[in-house]
C-alpha cells in the first residue's frame, strides 16, 4: 500500500511549478481530520487447549474491515522544506467474531467434535506518529510528504477459552459461549504519509491525507502457552481543517 502514498506525492509535487513552489509561509500547522483505516486487522487467531488429555484447537476470526479514524496532528518548520511533525490518531470497534473449535472425544483418542460460535471482541489503536516532514507550496495548494516511527498502543480482546455442552454418548458436542480476556500490547511500527491542503487564506484551509502504516503484535494467551502475531496499522484515508500559524 505505501508505493500508493508516494505515488500520490509524486503526481501533487509535479503539478506544482518550480516556479510557483513557496517555502513554509507561516512556520507551523495543525490538523485535525476524520476518515477511514481501510483494511484493518481486528482478529486472527489459533490457540490450543486441553481438554480430556487431548489438545483442543480454537480458531477466532474476524474479517479487515474499515474503520472510522479521528486524527490531530501538528508540523513545525525547521530548516527550507524540512520540518517536523506529530501526529495521533485513534480508531476502535466492537463486532462478533466467529469461534471454532475441535473438543477431544472423553470416549476415544483422535476424535475431535466439531463446534462453533460467535463472541464479541474489541479492537482498539491509539497510534503516535513522528514524523519527518518535507513540504512546498503554491499561492493555493501545499502539500507534503513525511515518514517516521509510529508507536502502535493496541486494546484487543483475545479468546481464551470455549465453554461446550455434551451428554452421552457424547458424539455431538455443542457451543455455549466463548471467554475472553483484555490484552494490551505497546509497539514501534512506522509510517508513509502524503497530505495535501487547498489554502483558503494564508492562515487556514481544508486538507486530506493518505497513510500506510504497519506494526506487528504479538499476543501471549492461556497462561503463556499460546502466542497470537497480528499485524496492525494499514492504509488510511481523512480529511479536515488545517491552521497555519
Do not use: C
Not at 480458531?59 to 474491515?65: C, G
Not at 480482546?157 to 459461549?177: G, R
Request: proline share 5%; hydrophobic share 40%; glycine share 10%.
Amino acid at each position: 500500500m505505501w508505493p500508493s502514498v508516494f505515488t500520490l506525492g509524486v503526481l501533487v509535487f509535479a503539478a506544482i511549478p518550480v516556479s510557483a513552489q513557496t517555502g513554509w509561509g507561516p512556520r507551523s500547522r495543525i490538523g485535525f481530520s476524520i476518515g477511514a483505516q481501510l483494511d484493518t486487522e481486528r482478529l486472527s487467531q489459533s490457540v490450543s487447549l486441553d481438554e480430556y488429555l487431548e489438545p483442543a484447537p480454537v480458531t477466532a476470526r474476524l474479517p479487515k474491515k474499515a474503520l472510522a479514524s479521528f486524527e490531530g496532528g501538528l508540523a513545525t518548520n525547521l530548516y527550507g522544506p524540512i520540518g517536523v511533525g506529530l501526529a495521533l490518531s485513534y480508531m476502535s470497534n466492537r463486532d462478533d467474531a466467529a469461534v471454532g473449535a475441535g473438543f477431544p472425544h472423553p470416549f476415544y483418542f483422535d476424535r475431535l467434535r466439531d463446534v462453533s460460535g460467535a463472541v464479541g471482541v474489541q479492537h482498539t489503536e491509539l497510534v503516535t506518529h513522528f514524523n519527518l516532514v518535507y513540504l512546498v507550496a503554491s499561492p493555493s495548494v501545499e502539500f507534503s510528504l513525511s515518514a517516521g516511527p509510529s508507536v502502535f498502543k493496541i486494546d484487543q480482546d483475545l479468546v481464551v477459552d470455549v465453554d461446550f455442552d455434551e451428554a452421552y454418548p457424547y458424539d455431538v458436542a455443542t457451543f455455549l459461549s466463548a471467554g475472553t480476556e483484555r490484552a494490551q500490547q505497546t509497539k514501534v511500527g512506522y509510517n508513509v504519509t502524503a497530505d495535501v491542503t487547498w489554502k483558503a487564506s494564508r492562515y487556514w484551509g481544508l486538507g486530506g491525507l493518505v497513510r500506510f502504516s504497519r506494526a506487528q503484535i504479538a499476543y501471549t494467551t492461556v497462561g503463556g502457552s499460546n502466542v497470537t502475531e497480528m499485524e496492525v496499522g494499514g492504509f488510511q484515508a481523512a480529511g479536515g481543517i488545517r491552521l497555519m500559524y
